[in-house]
């Protein structure tokens, strides 16, 4: 008999109910990628009623305090006992449970490694208010992803540990619901464990892994237990074929994003992202029949799979993936929402906790703490002056990101493109120990594009420097839209956008991508005032043989220094970069 | 899904493949001078399940009793018989696992708010720096460590003492450790300055081969499901590694550097432009402590080969106008040697 995939997302989504009940942590968690939606709260319900009774489920909001996720000091009982007493933070009360992580994508970069570092030891090491302590905590993390395609995705650290995918999106709520299997779940968690999967079916699922371009081991793990819980949960000592596809599927495919719809639907209804409505209970009935205690034919898992699995959509999801993958790497985990009281934590300082400041109660009270009992202070009632009182400091986020406006057109091309390079990348060297961001935007040809979103990384600013063509027209007021869209966003971000343009000032194509220097040359000035509107910092080098009146116009447009590069070393313009950023 | 306390690590001996990761924890373990280890890498190439089963392969040290500091006996003081009720203590070399989302307070010490708030003492409660005193801090994700722990640390590691004033307090003491650290470039750089304090550094990358990547699945799947089966049959290969480390520990002081191998380290760092005599030193130590895991007394110029990359790779400058990868700049010094 041959495995085959099941009939619609929704399938899987109900199928990962019951397998996720079994295994709990063992699997790492759940990306649970979906909207706030009835279906995703009614697969969360579900799996609340399927787990057992007695194990925590825990909700973790958004833009949670570690005090709160990984535990604090707790003042009042502190005060009260006269000794500290450790407030239980979220994550140590999951243990031997459920973590709903709350708008996973938006969590901060400090929390996902607790969490990862809570999935990969098992244990929560606590280095905190003069606590120290290892805790044990094995949670099973479900974590809502709602980031829209666009968005920054979920950290991949976080995903790579989630061993079960799920994509809620396209799935009407009447089709999820828990399933009905032969072995119930109590019963299938004592012997999942010790079902056997061959070799050969190892090899199959890292194949299928290969093929998407998935390097960690760990996706793979989670789908060995995935099909061992599958066949437990079937009554079979074995992993059988179709409880290896049902994993690779739900462990592998859909860690890509759209790539397990695409497969289930046929190519033309490929737009149609909403499956026609089936009854669950048909399909799941069948995955007992042919779960015999017989052993797989990995042979025809491969066949099934790959029978399943066209080349050219795998080398078209690949690529998608790649992509991905490197939007990931480029994404602005690391940044912060700016205000002048959030940021990096700072060692706290004596202060009174005014306009808006937050007392620092472990430093006021271990500053109070010693003068106890000169100051008749006893146990429950402690004598806190004003010169006790610290605050809590942060260290303002105003990163600066540098944006690189190129001119690759044929005229800068000929010249100065190579100069241009050479200049920008001791820019980003200068950039590099700064710790700036350095974003890219090259216009030539027809249009403008972002050749780098806002990173950190060097070697990929030089990389993406590296292969850019120069050649075609000059859509120079193209460039410049561009280049203000990228600012508006790092300034959303709370970053300080400083534009740096290198452009002969000669644009000839129009925002249309039509040849017209005249109105080329119009809408570049005018593109160029309502960025001068905004405020930012920038900076105009001419890179042009020598300099012209009309870089210079165009500089005085965007009320940017003007530095012509013939006489503008180097380390001159990264003077004046320096000086702007500061 | 109860969790289970006291877990056992993955076994050394168990991570297939990686070899170059191996050998530079070997080293680190052999002759701490030589100064940390950076493993950076790809997500998932056990660069955190290697650090951690370091521990286990660790021989025992001499502390004085109750030390918060793991100070060493006096030899002075035990020879002369002045304090013979103080015994050492035989513990096994710390590994010290720093959180991120450890507070300063507690990497540094504080003030014991217990003792302040019962008492009201003013005493010092040592921390995650005063543990790791003589033996090892591990950093995972080092590149997304806090600046200000940054600066903390590479103070500290610079001047081998902890100095901690704050909260009334002034305490003093001994912290030398060897800092390994690892981390995923992908989010985000390591600062240069930190770079520069780990004598040696990793490249993990993905195998690529589909037979190690089923073995590395096919044997993780083991430890999961059966730590201790797993462990115990594992145990053999750990002791004969634990064994080989001891050895060589008390070998490396004793191994002879010729002559010709400092010339060729010379040539070598010179040909490379490495800034300054750290490269030269670590490069030394490490094939030194390299020769001692070979049970060699004389290092040779293989050894000096076989440490190039993990000794000079982070060393070199960075050039934003050559593109080269470092690897392949001091592969192709170690080519020009032969001329």
Known sequence: MMAELRATSADYAALALPVVAVTGAAIGGVWLRAQASPARQRWLDSLTELRDRESPWVRVPASIDEDRLLGGLDLSATLAAGRPVLQQGLMPAADGGYMELRMAERQSAATVSSICSMLDHGELRLERDGFSEDLPVSACVIACDEALPDADPLDPRLADRLGMVCALDAVHASLIGPIETPVSIAEANLGWRSVRVDTASIQELQRIADALQICSPRPVRAALHTARALAALWGCEVASEQSILDAAAMCLINRVPGALQQLLSPPSDATEPEPPPRSTDTDTADVGNDTNASGPKPEEVADATAAVLPDQLLAGLASEHARQAKQRAGGNANSEVVGGLRGKPMPSRSGLPRGGRRLDILATLKAAAPWQRLRGGSLGQLRVKREDLKVRRFTEQTRTTTIFVVDASGSAAVQRLAETKGAIELLLAECYVRRDQVALVAFRGKGAEVLLPATRSLVRAKRALASLPGGGGTPLASGLAVATQVADAAFKRGETPVVVLMSDGRGNITLDGEPDPGLATEQALAVAREFAARGYVSLAIDTGRRPSARSQRLADAMRARYLALPFAGASEVNDVVREAAA | ?339
Request: net charge neutral; proline share 6%; charged share 30%.
């Open chain 2, 1 to 339: 899904m109860k969790a289970q306390s006291n877990r056992k690590p993955f076994p050394f001996t168990a991570i297939v493949g990686q070899e170059e990761m191996k050998q530079a924890i070997l080293i680190a373990a052999v002759d701490p001078r030589v100064g940390g280890v950076l493993v950076f890498g790809d997500r998932g190439t056990g660069k955190s399940t290697a650090v951690r089963a370091l521990a286990g392969l660790l021989p025992k040290m001499p502390v004085v009793p109750g030390c918060p500091y793991n100070s060493a006996p006096d030899p002075a003081a035990v020879s002369a018989g002045g304090k013979s009720d103080v015994k050492p203590k035989m513990i096994p070399v710390p590994v010290v696992d720093m959180p991120l989302g450890a507070t300063e307070d507690r990497v540094v010490g504080a003030l014991d708010l217990e003792r302040a708030l019962a008492h009201g003492e003013k005493a010092f409660e040592p921390g995650l720096l005063a543990r790791a005193n003589r033996g090892f801090l591990y950093i995972d994700e080092v590149n997304l460590l806090e600046d200000h722990l940054v600066d903390l640390l590479l103070d500290v590691a610079a001047s081998g003492e902890n100095l901690v004033e704050r909260e009334g307090l002034s305490v003093r003491h001994p912290a030398r450790f060897v800092l390994v650290g690892s981390g995923n470039p992908e989010e985000g750089e390591l600062r240069p300055q930190l770079l520069d304090r780990f004598g040696l550094s990793v490249d993990v990358r993905t195998p690529t081969d589909l037979k190690d990547r089923v073995e590395i699945i096919r044997r993780r799947d083991e430890y999961e499901m059966d730590e201790a089966a797993f462990t115990r049959r594992w145990a053999r290969r750990e002791g004969t590694v634990r064994r080989k480390i001891a050895k060589a520990r008390d070998a490396v002081s004793s191994v002879d550097v010729p002559e010709t191998v400092l010339e060729v380290a010379a040539r070598l760092c010179v040909g490379l432009g490495t800034d300054g005599l750290r490269g030269e030193l670590t490069l030394l130590r490490a094939s030194r402590a390299h020769a001692a895991l070979a049970g060699r007394t004389k290092v040779e110029v293989s050894d000096l080969r076989d440490v190039a990359q993990l000794a000079l790779r982070h060393r070199l400058r960075r050039d934003p106008l050559d593109d080269t990868d470092a690897t392949v700049r001091v592969a192709r010094a170690l080519e020009a040697l032969d001329d």
